[in-house]
């Protein structure tokens, strides 16, 4: 079947890494008989700059037909500006899960080789929301919200992943000693829902010590399920258990639709100089994949990229290779057909 996807470039090292992606998934549909139509839309600055809108109406309009896009990072300017695009797109389509599974790939040398963890965010609420109010020139507010429903069904998404996929054990990442009513109503939601997965342990840690068992034993971590916030920051930390930003995919699904995209930003240090890793964004492709029920296609594209890292000739700069980001992507689509 042909699958119309939504494609979002956005900027930075985006473009880049989304052109890496296409092109690889375009050659395994060549093997597998799956097709793709490209709808492509952009969002932030690039796109402000062309339509007058940051996300302009037709990239909502595609997403809402299609149901499934793939996305490249999007700057977000710090302090004024506008409002994160990321944020915007997750709380307009209601992408209440974002879904990233830390895996190691082969070849890669770190501290921590076959490493295996999925994390659970939730990806609606919490002070990720960015519900800001100045009280006066010197006083900033910055509003926690979270509630029984985002709290239950990011529970139930990780609960019903672990059972589906025969994971052993969720940790809910709190700090519930000191937010006592909105981390603590995290908390017992998780608890309730836990209580309907007997056959999964469950347990709870508070965030800064989760931080360093991540460091000094991440293998104790099967799933991570945890609040917006603790979730971005400790996805940057799993990802550098791996191998650093380049590897790690993430998804954000919702009832109507889904977003693939990478755990990492736009890169302005090293974008456009054919430098970024395409890594992420691929992945982040082969959960979308196995979304369309495209398994095959999806099987296929893993084993070129796990072939392609085993064998370590052609490397990207932030695994210690020399490889530019289409030196790379053209090993992967070659291993396609080894
Ligand atoms: P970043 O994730 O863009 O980069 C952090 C570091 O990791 C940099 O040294 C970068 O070169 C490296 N890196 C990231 N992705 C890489 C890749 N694929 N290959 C090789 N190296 C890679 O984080 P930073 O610099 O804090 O943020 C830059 C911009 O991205 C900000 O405007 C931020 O708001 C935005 N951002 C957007 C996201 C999204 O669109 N989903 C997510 C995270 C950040
Ligand atoms: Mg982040």
New binding site residues.
Partial sequence: PTHKITLIP?D??GPE?TAATVKILEAAGKITGASFEWHTHNAGADAFAKTGEYIPQSLYDSVKENKVAL?G?????IGGGFT???VTLRKKFDLYSNFRPVKSLPGIKTNYPNLDLVIFRENTEDLYAGLEVMINPDIAQSLKIITRKGSLRIAKSAFEYARRHGRKKVHAIHKANIMKLSDGLFLKCCKEVAAEYPEITYAEHIVDNTCMQLVMNPFQYDIILTENLYGDILSDLCSGLIG???LVPGANIGVDASIF??????????AGQD????T?LLQSAVLMLHHLEETATADLIQKALERVYAEGKTL???IGGTAGTTAFSDAVVAALSA
């Fill in positions: 956005g930075g090292i890494v996305k990072p999007v700057t977000t300017p994160s695009i990321n650093g930003l380049g995209e990478a755990v990492h930003g736009s890169a302005p240090d090293i430098k970024a890793n395409p992420a990207t700069r932030d």
